[in-house]
Every structure is written in structure tokens, then in C-alpha cells.
């Protein structure tokens, strides 16, 4: 342990001990009335600066356990909301399955947070997505266009952005019960209901008229997933705002399901197609680092490999 020194300072006692050599500063406190009580106090402050005042001092705890205990214990009611908020997102760029069941399905948001953890998309991508890129009966998804913040809608960034894959079954499911309740929403709000269009004209703009107005221009109507109750389509900035008091942000969704692929064994080349990356090598060199559950479970498989006697 560091050395505690122990000082009396006319009539009371303080504790001070090193916390850096270059340059040297010293964490110092003062106004103990006796000498034990100032070392006592200084011990404390010394394990709690030592393991980050969150409890933990095992040296072999793992990283996300430190700094979700770090964040939760220190962070928290040590600094602003704001401030916790960026720590949150440098760190927290996975999310669990806790976390993400966390989010109330009464979120105005939680339609566009489920399609995204889900299928990776991006945040235009999935702003973009109407019910016509869906096959309800099977679950195939077609990714063919995003909607800008703008107002306008464009085709994908690269050739192999364009992409098909399929939903997972619960995700279908919920899939299937947002068309529902969508139909619902619209019948409720009559011609008031907003519509959205697409322009037909080189713009591609985002058009949006009541039930009862047609569009003057040639246009088709876009009907996105992405909407509130009205129909009106979900705004970029407030869709930021919401992640960013989730304490998420936009890339976290797409890397948690790259991520989570890729541990459960999924090919490289096949979370590729899903993301629409040009090349299998972005994905690893993104996505495929070598965490500490593939760590294990490469472990795991040259156990299997010794009991089935193939040494």
C-alpha cells in the first residue's frame, strides 16, 4: 500500500498519500480530531481511489463489469447529466439484452429501437422503410433506399447497400402486430391521417399530405413504419435526442447486431450481405474483434476437441 502520512495540523489531524510521481500530486484531507481517525479515514480513501470507489478490487474483474460499476457509482452522482450521458456513450457502444428490455414499449421510439436492434440497419435505412420492402409471410426485407434529414429520400450509399435478408421470427412477429395497430391508427384519425409520398421528379422529395389531400405533382406514397400515430413521419433530430437520452447513440444498434452475429458464429461474409458492406474484410476488421466470448467459446471448442480423443 502507498504510504498514509499522518500530519497534525494544530489542533486536528490529516491524511495524505500520492496518487501520480510525474507529475506528483497528493490527495490530502484534514480536520480529524485524532490520529486514528485520520488514518482510518485515510485507508478508506486510499482503497476507494485505488478501485475506483465502485466496490471492486479484484484485479481479474472483467473490463465492462469495472466500467459499468465505474459509471453507475462514480460517474453518476459526481458529475452532470449531460456529462454522464457522453461517459455512457463512449463506453457503452454494446448493447445487452438487458439493456435494450429496459426500454419501455411505450417509448414513442421503440418501433424504429426495435427495427434497429434487430436488423442493423442504419438510422437513415430504417427511416427509409415501408411496408412494401416487407414480406410479412416470410419475413424478407428489402433495403433499396433511406431518407435523408433534408427531406428527401435516396437511393443507398453503395451498390451492395441495396440488399435483401430475412427477420428473425420474434421480430416478425412484432412486425405483424405494429401493421396492425398501424391500421388502426389510421382508421382512428380518418382524413386527417397523414400520408407520405415519394416525388416521382429527380428530387425524390418527401411529401407529406391529410388523407383527404392528394399530392399536385406525380408522386407514390411511401407508407413508412417509421411514424407516429398521426402518420407523421419520425424526425431525424428527435429520433438523436431520444437515443442520446437512452444514452445511446446511432451507431450502437448496428454495432451490438454485428457484433452479437458474429459471437453466435454467423460467417463474416454473411453479416456483411446483412449490413450491406461492400467487403467481408470491413466487417471483421469493424465487428470481429476477439472479445471475451469468442475468447471462450474457442476455448470451449478445443475442449470438445481433446474429449473426443483427437490427440
Known amino acids: ?7 497534525k495540523r494544530g489542533n486536528t489531524y490529516s491524511y495524505s498519500f500520492d496518487i501520480s510521481k510525474n507529475p506528483r500530486r497528493m490527495k ?3 480536520g480529524f480530531a485524532t490520529e486514528d481517525d485520520a488514518f482510518d479515514a485515510g485507508v478508506k480513501a486510499y482503497t476507494d481511489w485505488k478501485s475506483g470507489n465502485i466496490g471492486i478490487t479484484s484485479e ?3 473490463l465492462r463489469d469495472y466500467l459499468a460499476s465505474w459509471l453507475e457509482n462514480v460517474v453518476r452522482p ?16 454494446r448493447i445487452t439484452p438487458e439493456q435494450f428490455a429496459a426500454i419501455p414499449e411505450s417509448n414513442k421510439y421503440y418501433p424504429l429501437l426495435k427495427i434497429l436492434y434487430h436488423t442493423g440497419l442504419r438510422i ?6 415501408t411496408w412494401d420492402d416487407i414480406e410479412l409471410d416470410t419475413g424478407l426485407l428489402s433495403i433499396s433506399r433511406q431518407r435523408l434529414q433534408s427531406g428527401y429520400f435516396d437511393t443507398q450509399k453503395t451498390a451492395t447497400s441495396a440488399r435483401t435478408f430475412y427477420a428473425d421470427a420474434l421480430f416478425l412477429s412484432y412486425l405483424r402486430a405494429l401493421k396492425k395497430e398501424q391500421t388502426k391508427d389510421e382508421l382512428r384519425f380518418g382524413q386527417a391521417y397523414q400520408i407520405a409520398y415519394e416525388s416521382k421528379d ?6 407529406l399530405l391529410p388523407k383527404r389531400l392528394s ?8 407508407p413508412l413504419l417509421c411514424v407516429h400515430p398521426t402518420g407523421i413521419p419520425y424526425a431525424h433530430e428527435n429520433v438523436r435526442y431520444a437515443l442520446y437520452r437512452l444514452g445511446l447513440n446511432s451507431h450502437s444498434f448496428r454495432h451490438t447486431h454485428a457484433t452479437r452475429l458474429i459471437e453466435s458464429g454467423a460467417k463474416p461474409v454473411d ?8 467487403d467481408a474484410t470491413i466487417t471483421q476488421n469493424l465487428y470481429a474483434h476477439d472479445t471475451d466470448d469468442m475468447q471462450q467459446e474457442t476455448a470451449r471448442i478445443f475442449e470438445r476437441f481433446v474429449d473426443n480423443g483427437c490427440m
Open 78 to 93: 459526481n458529475v452532470k447529466r449531460t456529462t454522464f450521458k457522453s461517459y455512457h456513450n463512449a463506453i457503452g457502444s
Open 271 to 278: 453479416v456483411a450481405a446483412r449490413l450491406g458492406h461492400a
Open 215 to 222: 399530392p399536385r405533382v406525380d408522386a407514390e406514397r411511401r
Open 202 to 207: 429527380a428530387d425524390r422529395t418527401l411529401i
Open 60 to 62: 481479474r474483474v472483467k
Open 124 to 129: 437513415s435505412e430504417a427511416l427509409g422503410l
Open 1 to 7: 500500500m502507498s504510504k498514509i502520512r499522518i500530519r
Open 28 to 30: 490530502e484531507k484534514g
